[in-house]
């Protein structure tokens, strides 16, 4: 796969219901899930439908986008202060 580092690419990581747009150089590792499988567990299994979840560092929202997918009428506020990774935010939202 050849892409520039500012390409976005969409992958599903594994074992997830939800896909996530990241740069060429963190594709394997979302598509084979290598993030905090045990943190993802904890905070969808204590967060609750009608809760709020912050989170700080969002990168390429992985934990915003599991509790978003998994908890509909839950609250998200999400931070990141990377300017590069706020771009890439920016293209996804628009």
Avoid: Q
């Avoid at 590792?29 to 609750?48: A, G, K, P, V």
């Amino acid at each position: 796969m050849t892409t520039s580092s500012s390409d976005l690419i969409k992958v599903t990581p594994n074992n997830c219901n939800f896909c996530m747009f990241v740069d060429s150089e963190n594709y394997d590792h979302y598509l084979n899930n290598l993030c905090e499988n045990y943190s993802i567990e904890l905070l969808l299994r204590h967060l609750r439908d009608n809760g709020l979840f912050i989170d700080i560092g969002v990168h390429y929202g992985y934990y915003t986008i599991a509790a978003g997918t998994k908890f509909k009428n839950c609250r998200i506020i999400s931070f990141e202060p990377s300017p590069k990774i706020i771009t890439y935010w920016k293209k996804i939202l628009n």
